[in-house]
């Protein structure tokens, strides 16, 4: 499919950076480095020109992309579908049976594979993937692909992948090296950083300062402050990020926690309720700042430091993607001072003595109990929904259908008329369950 009528479909336009590794894709046999700021949209800068270079009539994987994080995979194989190319992807990764993968993939026949580099090698260990069709590797943050722990897998990928014709790494910054494994041929390098301002400009900094070393409270009154815009809290520790969330849930917002104890299905239902708007409230630790598509984030708030120039950039890259603006806090306590490398001015915010009322979370997650094995589509649920539960289509956000159930968001303040009004109806003449997903 042209690029022209995916761009059309989505909304956007392209950005320099994503015009330059786009016309490197398509006008060059070269491998590519891109370099370029985290939220510049470099997903978009790969998928884009490697759709239309894909053959939509070959049933096996033609391209595959390491990531090095599930939810990373997860989320870019969405981003195909979203594009509608009618290119299948397919997102493997550890945390489940490789052989229930091999039994989907066999299913899907995805042209493109995400995978992280563990769960590749398995699969390609157990010969589920034909290497010859495989002609494009893409390494997405190949600058954390690479660190140590990953470089045996990677070394073993690119072993066992010797018909690769291209290879493409993306970073927002510059690996110490790269290794010669990668057997990176004559490349072309696209750096769109910018040395001067890491931080961009559209994002607006703030400190908030703290009486008491322990900060919960002034937390508390500064989202109250941000009323139902969605926030990311940062924090260094797990035993931080339960503690926090589980106050700021005792005082009534709508809060999703993320850390790297958390099972994978839970992280994914924490990072889902988010991505939809069902809760407002992001806390987590660093594992968040990295690779999370997220979009529209409204404000980044860093109750622990970040513990390097690296990390803040990461963090604060969550808001103000694209061209959108953002806003980014600090929260300091009384023994605590504003990192030297934040260059930028940052502005003090006084809290009001009167604090606004707690805003919850605008949108709430329905679970219906039937999906794509059901022969249940998108359309089947807006249908549902407005049908039995008087919803406007407008009013229906985001919709999830898996194989056994769907995900849909739906206004908050209508979720009790629609769970009464759903109670005991069909769907397609199939009896289903309607509960709201906490």
């Known amino acids: 499919m042209e690029i022209n009528k995916v761009i059309e479909k989505l909304g956007i336009e392209l950005n320099p950076m994503q015009e330059a590794v786009s016309e490197a894709f398509l006008r060059s046999n070269k491998d590519i480095i891109v370099l370029s700021p985290t939220g510049s949209g470099k997903t978009y800068a790969y998928l884009l020109p490697l759709i239309q270079l894909l053959d939509i009539a070959i049933d096996e994987v033609q391209a595959v992309v390491a990531v090095p994080g599930r939810e990373l995979a997860k989320q870019s194989a969405n981003v195909v579908l979203d594009m509608k190319s009618g290119l299948r992807p397919m997102a493997v990764y550890g945390g489940r049976p490789t052989m229930d993968e091999h039994r989907e993939m066999r299913s899907i026949k995805p042209q493109i594979l995400f995978a992280t580099p563990g769960r590749l090698n398995d699969h390609l260990d157990k010969g589920n993937l034909i290497t010859e069709s495989i002609k494009w590797l893409i390494i997405d943050e190949f600058d954390k692909c690479l660190e140590m722990g990953f470089q045996d897998e990677m070394q073993e990928i690119l072993d066992k992948l010797p018909l690769v014709e291209r290879r493409i790494l993306l970073s927002a910054t510059e690996a110490e090296s790269i290794p010669k494994f990668v057997n990176m041929g004559r490349s072309i390098r696209i750096d769109y950083r910018d040395n001067e301002e890491k931080v961009p400009n559209r994002v607006q900094l703030f400190m908030v300062r703290s009486p008491e070393k322990d900060k919960l409270e002034v937390l508390s009154n500064l989202l109250k402050c941000l009323e139902d815009k969605s926030s990311i809290v940062f924090l260094n520790y797990r035993d931080a990020v339960i503690r926090t969330a589980s106050y700021l849930k005792e005082e009534g917002f709508t809060v999703s926690m993320f850390h790297g104890g958390l099972a994978q299905k839970e992280r994914e239902a924490m990072l889902y309720l988010f991505a939809n708007g069902s809760a407002n409230i992001f806390v987590s630790t ?108 407008t009013e229906i956000g985001k919709i999830d259908v898996m194989p056994r159930f769907t995900y849909v968001a739906v206004p908050r303040i209508r979720i009790s008329q629609i769970l009464k009004m759903t109670k005991g109806e069909k769907i397609k003449g199939i009896s289903t369950v309607v509960e709201e997903v906490r």
Request: charged share 30%.
């Open 286 to 393: 660093n594992l968040g700042a990295r690779g999370l598509d997220i979009p529209d984030v409204d404000n980044i708030i860093h109750y622990h430091l970040p513990e390097n120039d690296d990390e803040y950039v990461h963090r604060v890259g969550r808001t103000a993607r694209w061209d959108k603006q953002g806003k980014a806090f600090f929260v300091i306590g009384p023994e605590e001072k504003l990192p030297e490398y934040v260059q930028q001015e940052v502005e003090t915010m006084e809290l009001p003595k009167m604090l606004p009322t707690i805003k919850p979370a605008r949108m709430a997650t329905l679970y219906i109990g039937k999906g794509k094995k059901d022969k249940i589509s998108k359309g089947d649920i807006v249908g549902f929904l407005c049908k039995k539960a008087g919803l406007k289509q």
